[in-house]
């Protein structure tokens, strides 16, 4: 199954999106209640059904709050957000804030840092939000089928004064398996996607919508968000057309520059990218948002769609080519190059890999084995954690892998001894990657097929936290470890 089934859809069924939910401020506090600068939201996530392919049966879906993606929650940098979880689900869940530095008793990870919250219950999440950018929550217990379902919504710290733009517009990119009815089908955790790429849907996805198109008016300067909420696809985006700027990574601000014509922009499942884009053709027009697939064949995500008409006010023709300021550092410890101590992690297994055997929850088992009674797959330096207990949650995590001091320096020397790429996540901290331009802080890094990468990061935030795959079926099947500090 690929995206080309989006194909069959009938172009002209699918939708026009136009600027989706990004209220200011004012708007937010309106679902959120803001004072005495903590901001409160309620999340209730639960069974809920939505139009997501035009001129088909409404897809029956998991949503926070009835939407799908979840509301956008926003707090001003500094600001200490409240969410309180309702779970109405059928299943065990939780709230993860992906990419936030926050306590680690916060972190969202059944099993690590809380215990599950059973269907009925609540959990109040309750933390300061010091780094501005774009990150989101999502549950941390049986992701890939929560995930894979529809749990998932941004977060939004906004700087204390943000860059001038005409629109702060989100992008939330996603896909769904669906059968012939539009319903999400129930093969997660499938024996071919745990050893392979993962759960691919074959319907790419706009803020949770087949689109056809995202109407911009011509002249206006849009700061775009977006984030890869897919369970294993890579997006790979091309704007034709356009040369926006690439203003941050994972939430952290990079120097401005602009992506070359023809550059794709590399999304893995959990990655975020802010840019600037100036909407400079002329009413009218179209231009297509491609993405490309690991075989290298392009398809078109859906259209730039430039409005026709007079144009209402052009208050960002003053903008138009302007380099962007740099947004402002968040308040991120640099770690000490000099000083790091040098971790390894092997990232082994997967089909046509070269493990032959691994340690299970501590156990020494052939992969083949390993696989056919455990479901599991890959290993992070010979050592697979499941935790996965029935439902495919974790409530049950090994011995650490690292285990690190409080407040020192590392390197960790990542090798993919895969045939697959993964996108590695660590909770609580950011690293900076030193082997790419510019060096950006990120909290998840692409790894290329037997590609290598090493990551700097302050060891600052004390706890249990995870280190794993964001391919959620890699994830499912072996590749997550624990990394201990204090
Ligand atoms: Cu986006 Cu461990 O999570
Ligand atoms: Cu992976």
Redesign the pocket.
Known sequence: MDVTRRTFLSASAAAMVGSILLPRRSTAAAHGLTAYGLTAYGLTAAPVSLPVVPGQPDTVLWGYNGGFPGPLLRVKQGERLRAVLRNDLPQDSSLHWHGIRLPNAMDGVPGLTQPPVRPGESFVYEFDCRDAGTYWYHPHWASAEQIGRGLYGLLIVDEASPPPVDRDVAWVLSDLRLDNQAQVTGDFRHPMDLSHAGRLGNTALLNGRLAEAFAVTPGERLRLRLLNAANARIFNLRFAGHVPWLMALDGHPVAPRRLETGEALSLGPGMRADLILDAAAAAGQRHAVTDTNPRGEAYRLFDLAYQDGPVQSRPAARWRGDPPPALPANPVAEPDLARAERLALKLEGGAMGVLTALQVDGREVGLREAFQRHRVA?ALNGQAHTGTFPGGGHAGHGAPLFSLSLGKSYILEVFNETA?P?PMHLHGHAFRVLDAPGRPLRDTVLLEPRGRTALAFTADNPGDWMLH?H?LE?QAAG?MATVRIG
């Open positions: 890959w697959w993964h795959c391919i890699h590749m």
